[in-house]
């Protein structure tokens, strides 16, 4: 396999991409994608048996189970970075790394009920919260250690709504390949 097409595996809707102008209709959308997402990933996942949820998406990725997990550890981080940006000036937050905690063994349980109830829970309260900042809350911003740089809050959204959108992608993926990246 190219490092092309491994690269499109990884990243099948692209990478995500700062758009230059950030207005009300943009932000909106986006909070739709992070608003709808805890169903769309429950609709793609919920008839899945132990099979299906052990398919990966690419070579060497995630099975459908640990992207369903992952989600609701990644997606608990960014609600937890929004209220610190919006409590306190400019804080670091805490990077961690994704991948071991893929293979730690919540993430590695069969069975994601728990996860989709996390995410339809959590999504919620991070929809309420999103829905309710000020122009001047989005711009707050949180330091990135690993990428050295301020993040304002406004771009955090189109990143995790890109985030729910890669994510699907991925499930997709798996499902269309039925078992052949494993």
């Not at 000036?89 to 919540?106: C, F, G, N, R, V």
């Not at 349980?109 to 995410?119: A, G, N, Q």
């Amino acid at each position: 396999m190219t490092t092309e097409e491994l690269e499109k595996l990884k990243y099948p809707i692209g990478r995500f991409y700062e758009p230059k102008n950030i207005d009300d209709q943009l932000i909106q959308t986006w909070i739709e994608d992070i608003s709808s997402f805890p169903i769309r990933i429950k609709d793609l996942t919920e008839k899945l048996g132990m099979k299906e949820l052990n398919w990966k998406y690419r070579p060497e990725g995630w099975s459908i189970k640990q992207v369903v997990h992952h989600c609701g550890d990644s997606h608990l981080n960014s609600i937890i970075r929004f209220k610190l940006a919006l409590t306190e000036d400019t804080p670091s937050i805490k990077p961690y790394h994704e991948t071991k905690w893929a293979e730690l063994a919540d993430s590695l349980e069969d069975d994601i009920t728990y996860s989709l109830k996390l995410l339809e829970g959590l999504h919620h309260r991070w929809v309420k919260l999103l829905k309710s900042l000020t122009k001047e809350q989005l711009e707050r911003t949180f330091y990135h250690p690993q990428q050295r740089r301020e993040i304002n809050l406004a771009e955090t959204i189109g990143i995790y709504a890109w985030h729910c959108n890669h994510h699907l992608a991925h499930v997709r993926q798996a499902l269309d390949a039925k078992g052949g990246f494993n």
